[in-house]
């Protein structure tokens, strides 16, 4: 349960400052500067809402200034007079629209000028109940990325619930939207309503964007027939990393010349998941470069320098202090190698238009050891066989994610020696989350 700040919405505008006071007084504000033109106060007439501070001004006339209401319940006024122009009040709790009169006259007393003003009843409870529908790193408040939680709210008025009454939500601030379902088809947006049910109770299904950072979304919740609002802080969780991974984790170099380790013979690494930076070690024997990878998925290439080598470990750290090594060696071979294709990727480029799209891309070349990483948590990528056994590469929606964004994004392939990249574009409009 997440407790809000009330705010409200009506035809008064509050000054960015406001003091808030107690329901019997008032504070004031700057002072008066306007003495010897006609007594005014403003505004002549508002409408205003129990508990929640409203801002009047009085001007002209010679401070000090007095002021009375015509009904101290609805509308209670401090009984000293006051010498500055502004005087914020707070209405009190009242079970219907209640009419109070403030008068206000100034020292010579020569002149009463007056403010109407209706006081409305509080009907959405201060308290809105926030639910994730799966905890996000252990914390049942909080939404994950892509993850959704259901927002519900009681409407009641004299302590009995309002049942019937349209609440309207608008996303105030934040990466969240309001989830609408129509014909069974889930679209996404800012605004949203909902009818009460008997219990007064309104619900609504919001989602966190898919590559949201941590944050605090607001929604204000809206009485549509009093205008009351109040908003509502959702907690946007950081999204779970994937664990520190390199592939491959073995590199085997081999000379090529009889009697000679490999010199100049390089191989990729692709590194994924923990968290971006990622710190690579020059062991010497071979060089790696670079020693810092801040892509997520990112890679590195270890090159042999002729060094002999039965096992030398590289390791690579990320930001949270997750370490992997991958291990290289570096053999003597009396025998010319046979010369291996290049690997290849194609296309380079896929689209994808749906949470049902697979995107196929041919691996041919290179040792024929194929596998494939994706550092976005939007994608599921792999390396297999089609019908017809040859190499293919399979690219697809991950669940719980918007089919519609964020892109392009990117896959890497590898066959242990070299990688490839394949950029993904997403031109599928915004379905929701993918099943």
């Known amino acids: 349960m ?3 700040a009330r705010r409200l919405t009506a035809t008064l505008a509050l000054f960015s400052l406001v003091i808030l006071v107690a329901c019997s007084g008032g504070v004031s504000g ?3 500067t306007t003495e010897g033109a006609p007594l005014a106060i403003s505004p002549t007439t508002a409408t205003v809402f129990s508990d929640v501070p409203v801002q009047f001004v009085v001007t002209g006339g010679t401070a000090p200034y007095f002021i009375t209401t015509s009904n101290g319940t609805a509308l209670p006024v401090p009984s000293a007079p006051f010498n500055y122009n502004t005087l914020v009040l707070v209405p009190g709790e009242v079970g219907l629209d209640t009419a109070a009169t403030l008068s206000a006259t100034d020292a010579k007393n020569s002149t009463t000028v007056s403010s109407t003003v209706t006081v409305r009843p509080r009907t959405v409870s201060n308290v809105v109940t926030v639910t994730p529908t799966a905890p996000c790193n252990g914390s049942n408040t909080s939404v994950c990325p892509g993850g959704d939680a259901l927002v519900r709210v009681v409407l009641s008025q004299n302590g009995l619930p309002l049942a019937g009454r349209t609440v309207s939500f608008t996303v105030a601030s934040g990466a969240i939207s309001i989830v609408s379902s129509v014909n069974g088809v889930d679209t996404l947006s800012n ?3 909902a009818v009460t049910d008997a219990n007064g109770a309104a619900t609504i299904r919001v989602q966190a964007n898919s590559s949201a950072a941590a944050q605090t979304a607001l929604i204000d919740v809206t009485d549509v027939a009093t205008g009351y609002t109040v908003r509502v802080a959702v907690q ?3 999204a779970p990393n994937a664990a520190l991974n390199a592939q491959p984790t073995t590199i085997a170099f081999q000379g090529t010349a009889p009697n000679t380790c490999a010199s100049g013979t390089s191989a990729d690494v692709i590194v994924f ?3 971006a930076p990622y710190s690579i070690s020059n062991p010497g024997v071979f060089t790696v470069s670079p020693t810092l990878v801040t892509s997520n998925p990112g890679r590195f290439t270890v090159t042999a320098t002729g060094q002999c080598s039965a096992g030398t470990p590289i390791a690579i750290v990320d930001a949270n202090g997750a370490s992997v090594t991958v291990n290289a060696t570096n053999t003597l071979s009396a025998v010319q190698p ?8 194609a296309p380079i480029t896929v689209s994808l238009g749906s949470c049902n799209d697979v995107a196929n891309v041919a691996l041919t070349g ?3 050891n194929y596998f494939a990483a994706s ?3 939007a994608l599921l990528a792999d390396a297999g066989f089609d019908n017809s056994g040859n190499s293919v590469g399979f690219i697809r929606r991950a669940p719980k994610t918007d089919a519609g964004g964020p892109g392009p994004l990117s896959v890497a392939f590898s066959d242990g020696q070299s990688s490839r990249t394949v950029t993904v574009n997403l031109t599928g409009t915004a379905q929701g989350a993918c099943p």
């Not at 046979?338 to 990727?345: G, N, Q, R, S």
């Open 30 to 32: 700057p002072a008066a």
């Open 273 to 275: 998941g923990g968290k």
């Open 366 to 368: 290179g040792t024929g």
């Open 236 to 238: 946007i969780g950081a």
């Open 2 to 4: 997440i407790r809000l």
């Open 375 to 377: 550092g976005s948590g």
């Open 338 to 345: 046979t010369p291996t294709p290049a690997f290849t990727v």
């Open 191 to 193: 605004t949203g309503t």
